[in-house]
């Protein structure tokens, strides 16, 4: 079992559909839950990051944690054409680079 | 734009020979990180110089080493390339090591033939 799994995708919905992203987890020591966004030949920018438990919303974007289940999500509401790209979770026990774990990524298409 | 820029963007070699890859790392940052993303996989770290000293290493051959600079732009060299070495080489840059803070640039992509 990989430590960090993720959907591969590809992912396909109408504009203004609601997404959600899924990643899960089998190391319970991880505390930092980050999600970022890659476009094709770009590298990833980080969208938002969530210590720990609960939800944290930026604008379209929620991120939410669920440490019991081991199982995290990004939802991006009222999605647009811009937002496809491919979508990395990734996580931490700490927040230092040699203990950072990526998924494979979602890659997300939306179409006009 | 991050303000981290690598180069080259794109680059091809032999098997069995050595490459240098570069970054420049964003105005005031003193720490960068490099990652290889093999293609349709997530990005997997590879080192991380903090103010010119190597400060945590991930799970790759020593053949994979690095540098960086008093200015904190950064080198990674790999000697000995094999096919699986083909990847998207990502650096990011930040203001110490906290993952958190870390800007990546454009990334080079290596193919090994």
């Known amino acids: 079992q990989k430590e960090v799994e993720q959907d591969p995708g590809p992912l396909s919905v109408p504009e203004g559909a609601i997404v959600s992203l899924n990643c899960t987890y089998s190391n319970s020591a991880f505390q930092y839950f980050m999600w970022y966004r890659q476009y094709s030949r770009k590298g990833p920018e980080l969208l938002m990051y969530t210590y720990s438990s609960g939800n944290k919303e930026d604008g379209r974007f929620t991120a939410q944690v669920d440490k019991s289940s081991k199982y995290i999500s990004l939802f991006i509401r009222d999605s647009q054409p811009s937002d496809s790209a491919t979508y990395l979770c990734a996580m931490s026990p700490d927040n230092y680079g040699q203990n950072f774990v990526f998924g494979p990524g979602t890659r997300l298409s939306v179409l006009p | 734009e991050t303000g981290v820029t690598q180069s080259p963007t794109h680059l091809i070699k032999t098997r069995g020979q050595q490459v240098t890859l570069r970054c420049s790392s964003q105005s005031g940052h003193n720490t960068v990180s490099w990652y290889q993303q093999a293609l349709g996989q997530g990005p997997q770290f590879i080192f991380q110089?903090?103010?010119?000293?190597?400060?945590g290493r991930g799970n790759f051959p020593p053949r994979f080493s690095g540098l960086q600079f008093p200015n904190y732009s950064s080198e990674l060299n790999v000697n000995a390339l094999e096919l699986d070495d083909s990847a998207l080489y990502l650096c990011?840059?930040?203001?110490?090591?906290?993952?958190?803070?870390?800007?990546f640039g454009q990334g080079t992509r290596l193919t090994v033939v």
């Open positions: 110089y903090y103010r010119e000293e190597e400060n």
């Open positions: 990011a840059s930040s203001l110490g090591a906290l993952n958190t803070e870390a800007f």
